[in-house]
């Protein structure tokens, strides 16, 4: 309840910058916990992450070439949760990008992460032709109406051949106003990267919520 209150008191309606505020102050409270769901328990929350990133990484060697992935971006890194076994899995060169300095300063250094500060609207990484774009809950937390210019930044940030992975909460839409993460039908997000060919190749639980995971074609 106190949570939802601060929460209010730092904004009311899902302006980029009162979502910046929510989050810088989440992370401050939180640590990089803050970047996970809060439903998962501090004490299982490594394990949680190291089991979903053997299960996604299963996933995606299911379906991309790795040895031709070698320009990965991490949309939304966070802490950095899942960077550095990007960079190890793939053998790749990784950008990490995030608007919350607090949680790239709790993230781990590896040789081959470069992680940035992003500053919507400016663009961090417009010089990269990403082989793999990587978004894990990231877009869920992001208002509706400035995902249309954020998709074409990361359309155009892909490499010709290049494969953009989303996994998002999905779900009835849910209102946005006074909250801080926005649930949407799988078919939201499909046509949000229409351009691209995004499908959904499964949907599961995690932690108790519908889940979808895309890949573009």
């Not at 999905?170 to 106003?177: H, I, M, V, W």
């Amino acid at each position: 309840m106190i949570n939802k209150l601060v929460r209010l008191l730092l904004w009311r309606s899902p302006s980029p910058s009162h979502l910046l505020k929510y989050w810088r102050w989440r992370s401050l409270r939180y640590g990089p916990r803050s970047a996970a769901n809060l439903a998962c328990p501090k004490e299982e929350l490594q394990a949680f992450l190291d089991t979903q990133k053997k299960e996604l990484l299963h996933l995606l060697d299911l379906h991309l070439k790795k040895d031709k992935i070698r320009l990965i971006l991490d949309f939304g890194c966070g802490p950095g949760f899942f960077s550095t076994a990007l960079a190890e899995h793939f053998q790749a060169c990784v950008t990490a990008i995030d608007p919350t300095k607090p949680l790239l300063r709790k993230a781990p250094p590896h040789p081959r992460v470069s992680y940035l500060l992003y500053q919507p609207p400016h663009w961090p990484a417009t010089a990269q032709n990403f082989d793999l774009i990587w978004i894990r809950h990231v877009l869920a937390g992001i208002p509706a109406a400035q995902l249309p210019a954020l998709a074409q930044k990361l359309i155009q940030s892909l490499s010709p051949q290049g494969k953009l992975f989303l996994c998002e909460k999905t779900g009835p839409f849910t209102p946005e106003k006074g909250d801080y993460w926005f649930q949407r039908p799988a078919a939201f997000y499909t046509e949000l990267f229409k351009d691209i060919h995004l499908q959904p190749l499964k949907t599961q639980k995690e932690l108790g919520e519908e889940v979808t995971l895309f890949l573009s074609k």
